[in-house]
């Protein structure tokens, strides 16, 4: 094994080959991205705590050795005093499109474009951005919002206090919630055996998805209306208000709940340019 302990700037080049990626940090704004040239870890900005970077056998490691707060009550008032001075890096890091990747950190945005692999991003508080990514991946975050652009494969994304936004997304496998937050899927899925799932508890939810749609349709407002521009849907229920039906061959699965909000679902063109790669 190989390890650096970076203090200041500086770009690490390697030269065998990567097939996992783990970043553990404490905080500040990490980039990754997949690429067919060699691996590479670039540190614009160092914070207090050095930067530990390991390769061995394939692993690429990047992390802090995360301090321990203040117990109990005294965590805020170490936070103020101390924490704030330990988030300020800057890090970028290319890895093979196909690498296994973990991402852990606990204050400040995350952007994760063009892998392939299996995706695990963890983040306490801050954004996570996530562009053209496909595979299996899974993205949480307590405090803050993510975004999915052009995204495919199997996705899995689950905020407490934050919106989660897709856009031109072809995944045949979502699964969505958020806490408190809005909450837009705007997708072009394959029309035969898509399977999505929604809920809210308090916010907002807006669903597109292609009019060619083969979708089996479950929507439910305990507290909220549901609207849909598809007209084979129809509406039922006592209490709250849901809409229910089958769109086309009705291979596929749609359903969304919220607690306190509304539902919207709407139909979007067909696009023949559009192709999503889930190789």
């Known amino acids: 094994m190989t390890t650096w302990e970076i203090t200041e700037p500086r770009k690490l080049d390697f030269d065998s080959d990567v097939t996992r990626l783990d970043v553990s940090l404490f905080g500040g704004r990490l980039s990754v991205v997949g690429t067919d040239g060699p691996p590479r870890v670039e540190v614009a900005a160092t914070a207090e705590r050095p930067l530990i970077v390991a390769l061995d056998g394939g692993r690429l490691t990047v992390r802090h050795d995360l301090p321990s707060p203040w117990p109990g009550a005294l965590a805020p008032l170490w936070w103020w005093l101390r924490g704030r001075n330990l988030t300020g890096v800057d890090i ?42 496909a595979g299996t991946v899974r993205a949480a975050v307590v405090s803050g919002a993510i975004e999915a652009l052009g995204c495919a494969g199997e996705l899995t994304l689950d905020t407490v206090s934050g919106e989660i936004t897709l856009a031109d997304s072809a995944v045949r496998r979502l699964r969505a919630s958020t806490i408190s937050g809005a909450l837009t899927a705007d997708l072009d899925n394959p029309p035969d055996d898509s399977e999505i799932t929604l809920s809210t508890t308090s916010g907002e939810l807006t669903i597109r998805v292609r009019e060619d749609s083969d979708l089996t349709v479950r929507l439910s407002a305990a507290h909220g209306r549901v609207t849909s521009n598809f007209p084979g849907l129809s509406g039922q229920g006592r209490w709250g208000a849901a809409v229910h039906g089958v769109l086309g061959a009705g291979t596929g699965r749609l359903s969304a709940d919220a607690m306190s909000g509304n539902i919207a679902l709407l139909s979007r063109p067909v696009d023949p340019d559009f192709e999503a790669d889930e190789s």
């Open 92 to 133: 970028s890091v290319a890895v093979p499109y196909r690498t296994a990747t973990a991402l852990k950190l606990m204050s400040g945005p995350v952007v994760v474009s063009a892998l392939r692999g299996e995706l695990s991003v963890e983040c306490t508080s801050g954004r996570v951005s996530l562009l053209g990514v």
